[in-house]
């Protein structure tokens, strides 16, 4: 009894038949893999209600008010386009940023200010009562 590799017996030539099984495998395992994406497709769907078309319109709510800080200097700081110097940041910040009012701030900073300055203005808006502070870029 001797081996023969690819060649049948009658030696007709080689073998070409197509392996299925791994097809077959994969073929199924897709088939499973969608038999349970289904349901979950269709779960995670959400409809979109349509409104009233008689309805009056919704009260839009105006955005909140800002306070814009605009440091031009080291020691000089515009607050909503008025010039006050870094002294009396908190005393001109503490009106507008009362409990009841936006506590919103937008910094802008000018090239030339050390980061130390920056820092210095923003703490002085975080004691002063602004929740949100953003930075405006050039």
Do not use: W, Y
Not at 17 to 38: F, G, K, R
Not at 96 to 112: H, I, K, M, N, Y
Not at 117 to 126: K, P, Q, S, W, Y
């Amino acid at each position: 009894m001797s081996l023969r590799f690819g060649r049948r017996e009658s030696g007709e030539g080689p073998l070409s038949e197509v392996n299925t099984t791994p097809l077959i495998d994969v073929s199924l395992v897709l088939v499973v893999i969608l038999l349970l994406a289904t349901p979950l497709a269709f779960e995670s769907s959400f409809g979109v209600h349509k409104g009233d078309p008689l309805a009056p319109p919704a009260v839009v709510a105006e955005l909140p008010e800002r306070v814009e800080l605009a440091i031009t200097g080291e020691h000089q700081v515009e607050v909503n386009g008025r010039a006050v110097a870094i002294g009396q940041l908190a005393g001109a910040l503490g009106p507008l940023l009362r409990p009841g009012t936006t506590r919103a701030v937008a910094v802008a900073c000018a090239d030339d200010v050390s980061h130390g300055a920056f820092v210095r203005v923003l703490d002085i808006a975080r004691q002063s009562g602004a929740q949100d502070i953003n930075v405006a870029g050039n």
